[in-house]
């Protein structure tokens, strides 16, 4: 089973431009993993690292023990699901899907069946003249059916609609009830998508900064509410994300776990003490590398 | 999760494909000889080149393109679904000489098609044989052209390996030199595209000297350089030397290429 990605000190220079930089992290076993980052954070430069479609300009990158670049065994266990441009392709899904049979050896075609019905993707169609919610489609049948041990889906969802984006968030997390693998799903849109994760990966201006399990990143956050003073005081020395105040009543967000002395103080002080929501430590988060 | 015959598996599709692409190849050669035979029924006597001939002269062409595309397209669907690219790179390889065989082989049937009719219908016509055509875009092709007609004739003394073999490394090597070209351009951008054209343009003059096309031939101009006869052993050599070159960089250049998204 495949089910070990370790990136040690991992950069890539794309003509003299640093596109990532030092980044490391483990991820271990059948998980869902999701990777955050701003438009041109460096997400799919480092998910085509993983997919062997480029290598590292320094760093190691290893699965399962393995470097994959040139690795049959390993690239072959790897998907990587990105919005393709098919202006050209003059196939029909039936012969797009036949590619993907002779290759994958997982590749489940009653399933791929059942996925094109439920997204009413047409099969008698050349794929050109597709929408762009029925190529998202196509290509998420492409990565469940092909049930490889590492299957990637970068910004899948783009074009479509929201009943469409709720099918795929479903069998997402059927697939991983059934069929449990590591699947890595980049995103920016994070609120809709937060239930799916186990382990959260942000990444901003090509540098990781923080890889947490979901739980935990959640439970870091607090939002801290009640009169100015009170809240300044009770929230220094802490990592402040964002303040906002409305009259004398100020909300801080602090991205800090509090302990459970520091919570009886606050209610002692009045003071109202909320969660935050991964969308929001994103925006933050993101915002303060700025 | 090894797979056994990947090489095998991607040489049978990329066959598959671009031996599709043929037909329209075929289709344009096909619709370019039947106008021929039509305009030969208004001057007794015409002269026209056979299929054979003409696929000979074409499929150069033909190949070129066809090998510009698959460095373009192959690679990154390839590595895409998973594929090393010293698989794909095995099975492109593979390919090549599939395609080559089934241009071949289409090629003849249909010549053999085109005699039939003439000789059932009793058209007036006459297939320009060996020198008929001096110009040298047609040298090579006569050559071959002069002992697959004499096919026709004396069916025991017809060296079909020899004709079989010429058409099979010039198709080769006219594809590697497009794959070669294709896969400059992929990976390091116009400038070392046109790099590869350039120097394109100084093996084909080589293959050439091999197959004794002189006439505008640049080597041959610029560099006096003249092979004379050849002896056949020598030409196949030389051709085949040329085409594992042409391989040997192309690997080169596609070992460890960044894949586009």
């Given at each position: ?290 | ?187 390091a951008g116009v400038i070392a595209g046109f790099g590869s054209i350039a120097f394109s343009i100084i093996l084909v003059s080589l293959f050439d000297l091999f197959w004794e096309a002189t006439e505008g031939n640049i080597l041959a101009q610029y560099l006096s350089l003249d092979f004379g006869t050849p002896s056949l052993f020598i030409s196949f050599i030389g051709s085949c030397f040329l085409i594992a070159f042409l391989f040997v960089i192309i690997r080169t250049i596609t070992k460890r290429v960044s894949v586009?998204?």
């Open positions: 089973m495949m089910n070990q990605i370790d990136f040690q000190n991992v950069s890539l220079k794309i003509n003299k431009t640093d596109i990532l930089n030092d980044i490391s992290f483990h991820l271990d076993g059948p998980k869902i993993y999701g990777l955050l980052g701003k438009n041109g954070a460096g997400k799919t430069t480092l998910l085509s690292l993983l997919a062997s479609f480029r290598e590292p300009t320094s760093g190691a990158l290893r699965i399962n023990g393995e470097e994959p670049f040139e690795n049959a065994a390993i690239m072959n266990s790897v998907a990587f699901i990105y919005e393709k441009d098919r202006k050209e392709e003059t196939e029909k899904i039936p012969g797009l899907l036949e590619l993907v049979e002779r290759y994958r050896p997982n590749y489940d075609k009653e399933y791929a069946n059942y996925l094109i019905d439920k997204f009413n993707l047409p099969l008698n169609k050349a794929v050109k003249s597709f929408s762009k919610g029925m190529l998202s489609a196509l290509n998420v049948v492409i990565g469940l059916a092909g049930r490889t041990p590492i299957t990637i889906f970068d910004e899948a969802y783009q074009g479509m609609d929201a009943p469409t984006r709720e099918i795929f968030y479903k069998e997402v997390l059927a697939e991983q009830a059934k069929h449990p693998r590591i699947f890595i799903l980049s995103t920016h849109l994070v609120s809709e998508m937060d239930y799916l994760f186990d382990e959260i990966l942000i990444i901003n201006n090509g540098s990781l900064l923080l890889h947490e399990d979901y739980e935990s990143l959640v439970s870091r956050g607090a939002s801290i509410t009640g009169s100015q003073s009170t809240v300044d005081h009770f929230v220094r020395g802490k990592s402040i994300l964002n303040e906002q105040q409305l009259g004398n009543t100020k909300s801080v967000m602090i991205y800090d776990e509090l302990s459970e002395s520091e919570r009886n103080e606050a209610m002692a002080l009045g003071l109202e003490i909320g969660t935050i929501s991964l969308q929001d430590l994103f925006i933050h988060l993101t915002r303060e590398e700025r | 999760m090894k797979q056994n015959n990947i090489p095998l598996k991607v040489a049978f599709d990329i066959t598959s494909v671009q031996s599709g692409w043929s037909i329209i190849f075929f289709l344009i050669l096909i619709f370019n000889n039947i106008i021929k035979y039509i305009s030969s029924l208004f001057h007794e006597g015409g002269e026209i080149g056979n299929f054979f001939n003409i696929t000979f002269s074409g499929s150069t062409v033909f190949m070129l393109i066809i090998g510009i595309i698959a460095a373009y397209t192959f690679l990154p669907l390839y590595v895409n679904h998973g594929i090393t690219r010293k698989d794909y790179f095995v099975g492109n390889t593979l390919a090549i000489f599939f395609i080559s065989l089934v241009l071949l082989a289409v090629s003849l049937i249909i010549t053999g098609v085109e005699y039939t009719i003439v000789n059932l219908t009793n058209m007036d016509i006459t297939f320009i044989n060996e020198g008929a055509i001096e110009n040298e875009e047609n040298i090579i092709a006569n050559f071959v052209l002069s002992i697959v007609l004499s096919s026709f004739g004396d069916m025991n003394n017809v060296p079909w390996l020899l004709s079989i073999g010429v058409f099979l490394i010039r198709a080769m090597f006219f594809y590697a030199i497009g794959w070669f070209i294709g896969a400059s351009f992929y990976r586009r998204l």
